[in-house]
């Protein structure tokens, strides 16, 4: 049996902006995707039959062919010609449906695992062109851990920006799919002009004074179809946050804190107990996706990581 291991990471947005709408219903976007040490992890093992077997412990975590684990590896017997057998497992640490990029994550894990497990022969634009057409955020997860995306998010530029703070990530009791989020907003109440870029903030003042000024151009709809958002929201803004955010389309808010916040401090104020908690901290220097063999020896692994706090 040959098997891989992937750390499948999550990502905030640190300012989006919409710029329109193409004519095949999409938005344009200008946002900067920024990975946060929060993490999925995807154990592959390929096997000589059995077709393709997902198995999780979240009893939320879809196992069928809508996932898009499933669909990668679908496109993947497709590449090579003949049936793949691979059980995945999936420890899922990153919310479902929470403008965290959990799925697209494990998307693009899944893609670098095929490439290693079964030699496709592709190139990088090749491996970009399959990981777009599956979903917009995929392509940001093959490349590096900072980056500012156009287009409808995946056309990227690889940035390197100062990422010396700490997060405090919210995820409200909702889930909001990012398809009800865009057809909410009202592009008439948008600016249609590029925002915020990061990519000469090289220190603390820089980042900082730039982070402050960003903004989410899907934050009117995202609280407008989730009341508990703004909840969250206003909650964390009470912590002393540098900013405090929604994170994409929703519905998980986060906080940048220039000190580690107490964790225990938050459990003990937090007004609803359904709330999830997650402390976190930014990734620079390192791909959105970690792969690594099984037995510990390293495949794709560019840096040091940080852990899931």
């Given at each position: 049996m040959i098997s891989l291991v992937a750390r499948s990471y999550a990502k905030i947005n640190l300012g989006l902006d919409v710029l329109g709408r193409f004519p095949d219903g999409y938005h344009e976007l200008f946002t900067t995707f920024q990975a946060i040490d929060l993490h999925d992890t995807l154990t592959f093992e390929r096997s000589g039959s059995g077709g393709i077997q997902l198995i999780s412990a979240n009893p939320d975590f879809p196992l069928g062919?809508?996932?898009?684990?499933?669909?990668?590896?679908?496109?993947?017997?497709?590449?090579?010609?003949?049936?793949?057998?691979?059980?995945?497992?999936?420890?899922?640490?990153?919310?479902?449906?929470?403008?965290?990029?959990?799925?697209?994550s494990n998307a693009a894990a899944t893609i670098k695992a095929a490439v290693k497990l079964f030699n496709l022969p592709l190139s990088t634009d090749e491996l970009t062109a399959w990981a777009a057409?599956?979903?917009?955020?995929?392509?940001?997860?093959l490349g590096n851990a900072q980056a500012e995306g156009r287009g409808r998010g995946d056309r990227l530029d690889p940035v390197d920006f100062y990422a010396d703070y700490w997060l405090i990530i919210l995820k409200p009791a909702a889930s909001l799919s990012a398809r009800e989020v865009y057809a909410a907003l009202d592009l008439s109440l948008t600016r249609k002009r590029i925002g915020v870029s990061f990519a000469s903030c090289r220190d603390e003042a820089e980042f900082f004074s730039e982070v402050s000024r960003a903004e989410n151009a899907l934050t009117m709809p995202v609280l407008q179809l989730c009341p508990a958002v703004g909840n969250a929201l206003r909650f964390l803004e009470g912590l002393g946050p540098v900013v405090s955010r929604i994170s994409g389309s929703g519905p998980c808010v986060y906080g940048i804190f220039r000190e580690r916040p107490s964790r225990q401090e938050i459990e003990r104020r937090i007004p609803d107990t359904g709330w999830r908690i997650y402390l976190s901290r930014p990734l620079r220097g390192v791909?959105?996706?970690?792969?690594?063999?099984?037995?510990?020896?390293?495949?794709?692994?560019?840096g040091a990581d940080r852990g899931n706090l």
């Open positions: 062919p809508e996932n898009l684990i499933f669909r990668v590896l679908t496109e993947t017997a497709k590449y090579v010609n003949h049936p793949v057998n691979i059980r995945v497992t999936v420890d899922k640490q990153i919310p479902i449906a929470a403008g965290l990029g959990g799925g697209s057409k599956l979903g917009a955020d995929i392509p940001f997860f791909g959105a996706v970690v792969l690594e063999s099984q037995t510990g020896a390293k495949t794709d692994r560019l």
